[in-house]
């Protein structure tokens, strides 16, 4: 069995470019990955992946950055085959993907409620079934959820709603995949420190969330760092490879369930 470690491995991450991805890029760089497979949504992120793959090649490793809208089938798989091609079958898999949607129910619309569902469960599932397919034996899968799977909160219908399919994704495919060795976790955070959460919050409920954790007298901001995210995904994917099948909530006290 090969050693449940970073090095020599190869690692796709899905929205690697920056935040928390790009954080656990340079990570797994530094602790000695063969390769890194940076994915990125857009335009918009294209030079913040190209920033994470100079400081891949930096420590040591190889990395190309792969763009994709990871809301189709195909995509996804076009993802894996170009990331096979040019590293070989990969060992570790992280989908940091996501986004989030604060508003009503009244207020939702179909649109809405259709790209929410595409972005946070669809490209989820089939990052999951892809990975099936690609890893090498005795690999690693691990998804960002979300910590309002232990809330009873309004307004994030749609956000909680569409990463809470991932929680059973993730246990089947812990079931479908173990035979080969293949450990499949998700990690729900606290709200980050990043523009993905103050782009939806107003400064009263900016003020709340940065009290909200039980240990935010403690945290720089109050809010869930990424990193404070990171080593526990580095601790799924490699030590602790025995959990399995598992959405773990990892936020400070934020929520619990």
Known sequence: MSARTIKDKTVIIAGGAKNLGGLLARDFANAGARAIVIHYNSAASAADAEATVAAVKAAGSQAIAIQADLTTAA??????????????RPDIAINTVGKVLKKPMSEVTEAEYDEMSDVNAKAA??????????????????????????????????????????????????????????????????????????????????????????????????????EDIAPWIRFLVTEGWWMTGQTVLVNGGYTTK
Do not use: W
Not at 77 to 83: C, T, V
């Open 125 to 226: 599932f089939f990052f999951l079934k892809e990975a099936g397919r690609a890893l090498n034996d005795n690999g690693a899968i691990c998804t960002l959820v979300t910590s309002l799977l232990g809330a009873y909160t309004p307004f994030y219908s749609t956000y909680a709603g569409s990463k809470a399919p991932v929680e059973h994704f993730t246990r089947a495919a812990s079931k479908e995949f173990g035979e080969r060795g293949i450990s499949v976790t998700a990690i729900g955070p606290g709200p980050m420190d990043t523009a993905f959460f103050y782009g939806q919050e107003s400064p009263e409920a900016q003020a709340y969330h940065k009290s909200a954790a039980a240990l935010s007298p403690f945290s720089k901001t109050g809010l869930t760092d990424i």
């Open 75 to 88: 995509a996804v798989e076009k993802l894996f085959a170009d990331a096979t091609a040019a590293f070989g």
